[in-house]
Structures are given as structure tokens and as C-alpha cells.
């Protein structure tokens, strides 16, 4: 068997000590003599399952008090629709920032259900406006942006201040990446397969006193207080992606938590910008402020070599590389389980690249 350093934006690289142990558990968990795949979500197994998967979240994000975490179904894009299903309640806006393809998703989705309104959008995504620049709507349900835009290579390193009107963040591509304080926010969505898990199940931090006043045609199985209310079994869950997601929660705690996971990342993106910036053949177009600790993309200087750059990466076991088709290039994802060493093998393939074709 030989593993590869897998960049590929998601689904996504995973811990390694986390496939073993699943392969060591898959076809008699933990003497229950069969599969969590085959267990029912109400056996005492699988909830002993789903309650520490939310126990160790809590811990290890320091989910305040007041908060639901919810495990739900739908990918991040059926969130675009659930949070203005759940939370527009009696107004008609919600604020919107758009610094990439996935907030204009989320935007444009908002838009069936209420006033997408858009605080704030770059004309290219290359950087994160000041919030000073934002032109907020004094009645809006709530303001979402992407803290990660996945696509684009471009994140918020730092959560934006914009009073009461509480704050909805899509964090599917930097969930977990480094400490949060979660009770900056109203609500927090993220889809696994990117830090957390295998895809299928979506988080969901909700602050209570939000949740309650749903859309009339939300469907049942999306609406926050009713998910809450039977703790993410109202019908059957993603149980799988939920027991994977738990073992990953519990890899992070032993690999010293938020804090520590936080710093490697900014020192693998640091290893890869460093080196981008250090000579002329690559180069990164984003603010260096609003560069992603996640995805990296850059381009080459010839384009024509797009091809033989990926090429030849796959065949040195670094896979996953080509950039999103709306924006081209490369993109190197670099989620807390890609480790040090990987980055540095990609580093090192760059050079040689370099060497040998620049
Ligand atoms: N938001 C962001 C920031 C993403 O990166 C993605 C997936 N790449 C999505 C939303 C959509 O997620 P899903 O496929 O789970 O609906």
C-alpha cells in the first residue's frame, strides 16, 4: 500500500490514525459484532457515537453555552437555503459579503426566500474588503459571509465586528483550522469533507434564542428547532459520516487541539507562500492580508504547462492539484491533515519543476 499527499479541495485528505482506526473498527465495532454502518441510529451503540462526536466538538471548538450543534444532511448548499428558511423570521433582508464563488451561491439561493442583500462585493476576489466599506442594511435577519472561500484561495483571518445583527458564517473549508470564538457568531454552518470528515453530514452551531420561526414550506427535516429538539435524529442520520467526524474531533484533542492545529497550518501556508513569492515562475494574485491558510492556488508562468505540471505531480503521489475550472491554475488544499512533510514534497516538486521546464 503506498498513500499519496492528496490536495484536493474536498472531499479531502483525511488522518491517517483516523482510516486505521475505522479499518480496525468497520467490521465489529468494538465488540458489538457488526458495522456502525449497519447499526441503528437508535441503538445505544450508535448514540454513545453520535453523543461524544458532539461532546468532543464542544470541547474542543469551546462551544459556549446557549449554542445547539446539530448534525445535519444537505451539504453546505442546502444550508445557502436553510439559514434564510430558519432565520429570516419577520424581516424581509439579509445582509450578504460575497468574496467568492460560494458566497455569490449562498447570496443568490437567499434571494427565493428573502432580500439577498449584498453588503459587500469585490469586483474581483482577490482580497477581503474593509468592513469599514461595508454598506450594511440596518434591518437585516442576519449577515453571512464566507470566512474561506474555497474557489479562490481567500479567507478572513479575523471575525468582522458589525454590531448586533448576528453573524452567519459559512465555514465549510476552515472549520477547525484553528481556535474560534464561537460566541462571536449566531450561527455557523460547515460541510465535513473538507477538515472534519467523509462528506454527508454538515455541522450546524446555532445560537437557541434564533432558532424557532421557520419558513412555512422549510421542510421538517431542515428546520434548526425541530433538528435540535430530537438532537439530529428527527429521521435517520448521515451515521457513518457522523462516527468518522467524531473520530476526527477526537484526533485533533490528541494532537493538542485547536491551538496547535492553528499553528501548523499557518506554517505549511507560510512554507508555500514563502516559496511562491521567493521566484518568478509562480505566483499567488491574492492581497497577502486575505491569502487562504487552506487553499493555495497559483499559476504558472506558461500556462501551456498546466498539464505536464499536473502530470507529472500525480506521478510523484502528489494528486489533486488542478485548480477550479471557473478560475484555472493550480490549487494546493492543505487541510489540518495534510502534513508538513506533503507540503514540503510539493515544494520540492515545484523547484525541480522549475529546474527542469521553467
Ligand atoms: N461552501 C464552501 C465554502 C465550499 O467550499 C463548498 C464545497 N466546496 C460548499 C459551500 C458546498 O458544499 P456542499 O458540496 O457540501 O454543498
Known amino acids: 500500500m503506498s498513500r499519496v499527499f492528496n490536495f484536493s479541495a474536498g472531499p479531502a485528505i483525511l488522518p491517517e490514525p483516523v482510516?486505521?482506526?475505522?479499518?480496525?473498527?468497520?467490521?465489529?465495532?468494538?465488540?458489538?459484532?457488526?458495522?456502525?454502518?449497519?447499526?441503528?441510529?437508535r441503538d445505544k451503540d450508535f448514540m454513545s457515537i453520535a453523543t461524544e462526536a458532539e461532546a468532543t466538538l464542544r470541547e474542543i471548538l469551546a462551544v459556549p453555552a446557549g449554542y445547539k450543534v446539530l448534525f445535519m444532511q444537505g451539504g453546505a448548499t442546502g444550508q445557502f437555503a436553510f439559514v434564510p428558511m430558519n432565520l429570516l423570521h419577520n424581516k424581509v433582508a439579509a445582509?450578504?459579503?460575497?468574496?467568492?464563488?460560494?458566497?455569490?451561491?449562498?447570496?443568490?439561493?437567499?434571494?427565493?426566500?428573502?432580500k439577498a442583500h449584498i453588503a459587500a462585493k469585490p469586483e474581483k476576489f482577490t482580497s477581503i474588503p474593509a468592513v469599514a466599506s461595508w454598506k450594511l442594511d440596518p434591518d437585516a435577519a442576519y449577515l453571512h459571509y464566507t470566512p474561506n472561500e474555497t474557489i479562490e484561495g481567500v479567507e478572513f483571518h479575523f471575525i468582522p465586528d458589525v454590531g448586533k445583527v448576528p453573524l452567519v458564517a459559512d465555514f465549510s473549508s476552515t472549520f477547525l483550522s484553528r481556535p474560534l470564538d464561537v460566541s462571536k457568531f449566531g450561527l455557523i454552518y460547515a460541510g465535513a469533507q473538507k477538515n472534519a470528515g467523509p462528506a454527508g453530514?454538515?455541522?450546524?452551531?446555532?445560537?437557541?434564542d434564533l432558532i424557532g420561526h421557520p419558513h412555512p414550506l422549510l421542510p421538517s427535516a431542515f428546520d434548526y428547532k425541530a433538528v435540535a429538539e430530537n438532537e439530529s435524529m428527527l429521521?435517520?442520520?448521515?451515521c457513518f459520516s457522523w462516527y468518522v467526524t467524531g473520530l476526527v474531533f477526537k484526533w485533533i484533542k490528541?494532537?493538542?487541539?485547536?491551538?496547535?492545529?492553528?499553528?501548523?497550518?499557518?506554517?505549511?501556508?507560510k512554507l508555500l507562500y514563502d516559496y511562491i513569492d521567493s521566484q518568478p515562475f509562480y505566483r499567488n494574485p491574492i492581497e497577502k492580508s486575505s491569502r487562504s491558510w487552506m487553499?493555495?492556488?497559483f499559476t504558472l508562468a506558461n500556462a501551456e504547462l498546466d498539464g505536464d505540471f499536473l502530470k507529472g505531480a500525480a506521478k510523484?503521489?502528489?494528486?489533486?492539484?488542478?485548480?477550479?475550472?471557473?478560475?484555472?491554475?493550480?490549487?494546493?488544499s492543505i487541510y489540518n491533515a495534510m502534513p508538513e512533510a506533503g507540503v514540503q514534497a510539493l515544494v520540492n516538486y515545484m523547484k525541480e519543476f522549475v529546474r527542469t521546464r521553467g
Open 19 to 41: 482510516l486505521r482506526q475505522v479499518q480496525e473498527e468497520l467490521l465489529d465495532w468494538r465488540g458489538s459484532g457488526m458495522s456502525v454502518m449497519e447499526m441503528s441510529h
Open 95 to 114: 445582509d450578504y459579503v460575497v468574496t467568492g464563488a460560494w458566497g455569490q451561491k449562498a447570496a443568490k439561493e437567499c434571494a427565493k426566500y428573502g
Open 201 to 208: 453530514v454538515t455541522m450546524v452551531i446555532v445560537r437557541e
Open 235 to 238: 429521521n435517520t442520520p448521515p
Open 254 to 269: 490528541s494532537e493538542g487541539g485547536l491551538a496547535e492545529i492553528g499553528k501548523r497550518n499557518e506554517h505549511k501556508a
Open 295 to 297: 487553499n493555495v492556488i
Open 316 to 332: 510523484a503521489g502528489l494528486p489533486g492539484l488542478k485548480g477550479h475550472r471557473s478560475v484555472g491554475g493550480m490549487r494546493a
